[in-house]
């Protein structure tokens, strides 16, 4: 199997993505990303949020990103005062706390992802049309 990392802008909409005044960081894997989250929970006595709270912050993060993509490609359009949202940065929040959930229940997001994509593979692989090779 071919390893893909994500190497530039997708899609019609990645032209929209704010443009960064720092060098880009590099590749971080799942692993990585759990360990940033876990070095910074750490660092607090609260710890991560309990699985409720957790999940009820899912629904609100998932909520802002509806909310941008409705006005970007609804019919509800923004107000004229209200800011361009960042879609890249609504997806962010929402794998932020999903990586809280899995840290808080020592779950490898790698791992699962890795069973995840398997399932997919081999569970679809017939069911939409291939595009010719090059």
């Known amino acids: 199997?071919?390893?893909m990392l994500y190497s530039g802008p997708i899609g019609e909409g990645a032209s929209r993505a704010s443009p960064s005044?720092?060098?880009p960081a590099p590749p971080m894997t799942l692993a990585d990303a759990q360990r940033r989250v876990d070095a910074w929970i750490s660092q607090y006595e609260e710890g991560y949020f309990d699985p409720l709270t957790?999940?009820?912050r899912l629904a609100e993060e998932v909520g802002e990103l509806a909310r941008e993509v409705n006005h970007r490609f609804g019919q509800k359009t923004k107000k004229a005062e209200e800011p361009e949202g960042e879609m890249g940065m609504e997806m962010a929040d929402i794998l932020f706390v999903l990586i809280c959930m899995a840290n808080r229940e020592g779950i490898d997001l790698e791992e699962s992802f890795g069973r995840m994509m398997a399932k997919v593979e081999r569970r679809d692989a017939d069911r939409w049309t291939r595009k010719p090779a090059p």
């Open 54 to 56: 957790n999940m009820t």
């Open 1 to 3: 199997m071919q390893k």
């Open 21 to 23: 005044l720092q060098p």
